[in-house]
């Protein structure tokens, strides 16, 4: 790297214990001078931040970089969505911009510890490929991968993420929840702050949800919609009241001929 550029790692951190780096994401960390830890104002704020620190220390002990710590800018939720995301992702760019120009000297390496993997339900790639294509030829980016939270669900339930040659859909709870259901075969639900899973009771369906995965909280429920559909809301309340947050994602599949 010549001593003009600036490097950053968009390290995907698993979703949440140290055991999910992968050996590439170590071996990056430790070339990092300056860790950017963004976090969301709000109840799980100091818990996100903490888990991220946890990997630090449990890979480079307590020494030897730098920690910058900022809130993220939160998304305002008006009627109009995309406009919403538009001036968000404005904000979250010129936030990035301001962090790399202040706070990290030329021939420096950051990153940022990334939820999962980079590549899913979070566009911080896209905004740094933005930042980089304006940094004439001063900013190099690097991506590394990450254990999903969708991998660490199917994992944790035991089951394969599709049934034999079936596809497999990956959505959003503002999708589902005005879906038509029966456009839902086999999904994984991220991002569901409705419970969504509700409109598909007397469907054949079954339901594979986890809170927390990955995390010391963690808490599975499966079985078939109509079954644990009730479980699952009183759960969902119980354990959001209890911390202030939770983070959730669900694989939702409709049975076919030979399912129990
Ligand atoms: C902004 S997206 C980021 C996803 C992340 N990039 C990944 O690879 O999993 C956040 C959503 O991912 C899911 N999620 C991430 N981590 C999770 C975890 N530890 N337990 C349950 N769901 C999780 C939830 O659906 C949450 O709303």
């Known amino acids: 790297m010549n001593c003009e550029m600036k490097k950053l790692y968009l390290i995907g951190m698993g979703p949440g214990k140290p055991e999910y780096l992968t050996v590439q994401a170590i071996n990056a960390l430790k070339q990092v001078n300056v860790f950017f830890m963004l ?5 799980g704020k100091l818990e996100l931040l903490e888990m991220r620190q946890t990997i630090l220390t449990h890979y480079l002990g307590d020494t030897g970089y730098r920690v910058v710590m900022v809130n993220s800018p939160a998304r305002a939720k008006t009627v109009d969505y995309q406009n919403d995301v538009q001036i968000w992702h404005d ?4 936030l990035f911009a301001q962090l790399i120009a202040n706070e990290m000297a030329d021939g420096q390496i950051g990153a940022f510890l990334l939820w999962g993997d980079p590549s899913l339900y979070d566009q911080t790639v896209s905004l ?4 980089a294509k304006h940094y004439t030829g001063k900013l190099e980016f690097e991506i590394i991968p990450g254990i999903t939270s969708v991998q660490v669900l199917t994992a944790k339930h035991k089951i394969p993420l599709n049934r034999v040659g ?3 859909t990956i959505t959003t709870g503002r999708h589902v929840e005005t879906c038509d259901p029966i456009e839902i075969n086999n999904a994984v639900v991220m991002l569901d702050y409705n419970a969504s899973f509700q409109r598909f009771t007397g469907q054949n369906m079954d339901i594979y949800w986890g809170g927390y995965l990955g995390c010391a909280d963690e808490v599975l429920v499966s079985g078939a919609v109509d079954d644990v559909c009730d479980d699952l809301l009183r759960i969902k309340s119980e354990v959001r009241n209890e911390k202030g947050w939770l983070m959730d994602i669900y694989l939702l599949r409709r049975r076919i001929d030979g399912d129990h």
Request: no cysteine.
């Open 166 to 168: 079936e596809s497999i």
């Open 91 to 94: 904000e979250k760019r010129a």
């Open 39 to 43: 976090e969301k104002e709000g109840r």
């Open 128 to 131: 740094i490929a933005d930042l």
